[in-house]
Nanobody, 127 residues
Framework: QVQLVESGGGLVQDGGSLRLSCAAS????????MGWFRQAPGKEREFVTA????????SFADSVKGRFTISRDNAKNTVYLQMNSLEPEDTAAYYC????????????????????WGQGTQVTVSS
């Protein structure tokens, strides 16, 4: 079992930056692959980025490549999402997710892959 709590959301202007954090409680954080998803009003939840349990492999949605980075600190049980060059289209609730995995380099990109979710943090980008 792992509990996830996101923080760092807020209001930012077009072109600005934010860093989201996802703190995990529970044991063995380094056995979980992690992901970030987002959901805008009236839209389905969509994949943003994911990172393997080791932190060595990552994946990004095409819409955020080159602007967002994901990292994790297994000693602090935390995963981060650094968002640069934000656009109004990035406005959404952002959710952290976790899935236990045997594979140290595998990441997961589908919502159905994950079985633990945070409550979400709102990111609003004004034009």
């Amino acid at each position: 079992q792992v509990q996830l709590v996101e923080s760092g959301g807020g209001l930012v202007q077009d072109g600005g930056s934010l860093r989201l954090s996802c703190a995990a409680s529970g044991r063995a954080f380094n056995t979980y692959a992690m992901g970030w998803f987002r959901q805008a009003p009236g839209k389905e939840r969509e994949f943003v980025t994911a990172i393997s349990r080791s932190g060595g492999t990552t994946s990004f949605a095409d819409s955020v490549k080159g602007r967002f980075t994901i990292s994790r600190d297994n000693a602090k049980n935390t995963v981060y999402l650094q968002m640069n060059s934000l656009e109004p289209e990035d406005t959404a609730a952002y959710y952290c997710a976790a899935v236990a995995t045997y594979y140290s380099t595998r990441y997961y990109v589908k919502t159905d892959d994950y079985n633990y979710w945070g409550q979400g943090t709102q990111v609003t980008v004004s034009s």
